[in-house]
Each structure stands twice: as C-alpha cells, then as structure tokens.
C-alpha cells in the first residue's frame, strides 16, 4: 500500500482538490486496495471545515467530490504515509521544518508537471473563478503523472 498525503496552507482549497481528484484517478483505475490519499494543511485556521465552496463547486463540475474535513498536519503523518505532496515552497519549507519528515518523502506537486514542473500551485482563495479552474487543470496533469509513477513502485 502507498499512502500519499497532499498539503497546502488551510486545507481548504489546494489539498483537498488534489486529493479528490488523485482519489477519483485511483478508483477509475481499481487502485484503491493499494494506493490511498489523504489531506492535511500546515496551519489549523480551518480545522473541520469543509473545502471551500467555490473550490468543491468548480470540482464538482468536473465530476469531483471533495469531503474531507480541513486538519493539520502532525508528527505522526511522516510515518504514516509515503509521499507528503505540497502545494507551493513555503508549504515544503513549512513541512520539512517540522521533526520526523524523512528524505525523498516531501515533493511539490507540480514537480510531477510536464508544462509546470517545479512550479507552485496558486492558492485561488483570494482570486476569481478562473483561479480554481486553473488549480484543477494543474493539479489533474500532474497528479496523472505522479500517479503513472506510483503504479511502476508497486507493480
């Protein structure tokens, strides 16, 4: 089982939509028995929150449920799941800050973009519509090829 845990600030738009749609690619391919996500966000601002609406609209759109519940991240995360996907470099920096966090474990999602490679995903929550749609379009062409890479570690 690979369990990967995606990360952004509040765990209300970024994170939550990358694990909805890397949740979504998983079940489309019968991969849940062996590859599971998760969710967490590096400051606890909105602890038991929903996503926020306009982020679970523009994903719904698409075909996307985003349930989960905004938490922080804590210590026992690092052992618990095999890759910890950040949403931009001070969620990295916030991250590997903290004790625990093992090398190779934390990536910044667009690190797996083809066109974006290395790049930040923008936070939309301050932006207009279009700003969730392009973290969707972001997040579903790398999350596609990080999950290409997860297949060949288990097969």
């Known amino acids: 089982m690979r369990k990967v845990l995606f990360v952004c ?9 990358a694990e909805g749609i890397f949740e979504a690619m998983i079940n489309r391919q019968g991969l849940e028995r062996v590859i ?3 969710s967490a966000g590096t400051s606890g601002y909105h602890q038991g929150d929903l996503a926020d609406k306009r ?22 995360d690092f052992n618990e799941f095999d890759y910890i996907l950040v949403a931009d470099e001070s969620n990295k920096r916030n991250v590997l800050s903290l004790p625990g966090v093992k090398e190779g474990q934390v ?23 279009k700003g969730f749609d392009l973290v969707l379009n972001l997040l579903e062409e790398s999350l596609k090829n990080f999950l290409s890479k997860v297949k060949k570690e288990i097969a």
Do not use: W
């Not at 994903?59 to 989960?68: I, N, V």
């Open 36 to 38: 599971s996500c998760d």
């Open 107 to 129: 990536f910044k999602i667009l690190d797996f973009s083809l066109e974006n490679k290395g790049e930040d995903v923008p936070d939309p929550y301050y932006g207009g519509d």
């Open 55 to 76: 982020m679970r609209e523009t994903a719904e759109k698409r075909g996307y449920k985003l349930t989960s519940r905004s938490r922080q991240i804590d210590l026992h």
């Open 9 to 17: 600030l509040g765990n209300i738009c970024r994170s939550p939509a």
